[in-house]
């Protein structure tokens, strides 16, 4: 089993940045795929970002590429997203998720284990 615990949401002005982190537990973060999965009011879980097990590859919605950095620590078994330019349409509840799979994750209903959400908020 794993637990996720997401931190670092929050209120920040358009342009903004902020640092999101996810904290694993139970088990080594060396063998799990990781992502980033964000869901707006009224809308369907969208595909952020995500690291593979080595931390070698990642991948990105065309939508944050660019603007977005995903990354893990695997000492720390922390994986982060760092958040910059951020957008109004940026504004979400942001999930850290976690399998044993391969592939660049682009479908959420991919995650064997998620976090309970942490909120950002982008002010225009």
């Known amino acids: 089993q794993v637990q996720l615990v997401e931190s670092g949401g929050g209120l920040v002005q358009a342009g903004g940045s902020l640092r999101l982190s996810c904290a694993a537990s139970?088990?080594?973060?060396?063998?799990?795929?990781m992502g980033w999965v964000r869901q707006a009011p009224g809308k369907d879980r969208e595909f952020v970002a995500t690291?593979?097990?080595?931390?070698?590859?990642?991948f990105y919605a065309d939508s944050v590429k660019g603007r977005f950095t995903i990354s893990k620590d695997i000492p720390k078994t922390t994986l982060y997203l760092q958040m910059n330019s951020l957008k109004p349409e940026d504004k979400a509840v942001y999930y850290c998720?976690?399998?044993?799979?391969w592939g660049p994750g682009r479908d959420p209903n991919e995650y064997d284990y998620w976090g309970q959400g942490t909120q950002v908020t982008v002010s225009s």
């Open positions: 998720a976690a399998d044993q799979d």
């Open positions: 139970g088990r080594t973060l060396s063998r799990f795929r």
């Open positions: 690291i593979n097990w080595s931390g070698s590859s990642t």
